[in-house]
């Protein structure tokens, strides 16, 4: 058994284990400038201006109507990469029943640029904003994680979002029109 001074000296170590944990996962976390909406599920999406490849400019709002899966990526993010197969498939399968998949790449346009060129999908890509408050935060990634993913139903509502990868099966149900997260 331990004696009642080492038994505090635990106390005392598990403790400070627990708050240094805490410290950590909320300094990985996003800091949100003040004035600045965070959306979350149920939530009407900003209508936020970004630019495509070709330094369009597109609004959010453009997609009212729409189901809209709207996945932030990079093209040094190995998981971002490894599911733009399946976003591509779903963009084909479910794009002519009312939903779109929409890319907003959180990098530099070169390089998304010469990624898509090797790799071409189905489905536009924007250019998301990296300075603070950046795009993927404003639309509720509050610990700025890619890949992000945000759904968005007709009239531009936040109904679902997710951290990670997705698979084919969640972007079935999600661009699905019979279905609802």
Known sequence: MLS???LLILLLALL????GGWLQHRSRLAQVPDGVHVANVGDLRPDLALLDLHGK???LSEFRGQRVLINFWASWCVPCLAEMPALDAAQRKFGDQGAIVLGI???DPSR???FLAAHPVAYPVLLGELDSPSTSLRLG???EV???SVLLDGQGRVIASHRGALDAA???RWLSPATAP
């Open 4 to 6: 009642r001074g080492n």
């Open 16 to 19: 400070a284990a627990v708050a």
């Open 57 to 59: 400019e597109h609004r």
């Open 105 to 107: 790449a959180m990098d």
């Open 112 to 114: 998304v640029q010469a």
């Open 141 to 143: 990634d509050t610990e």
């Open 146 to 148: 890619l890949p992000f």
């Open 170 to 172: 969640q972007l079935a």
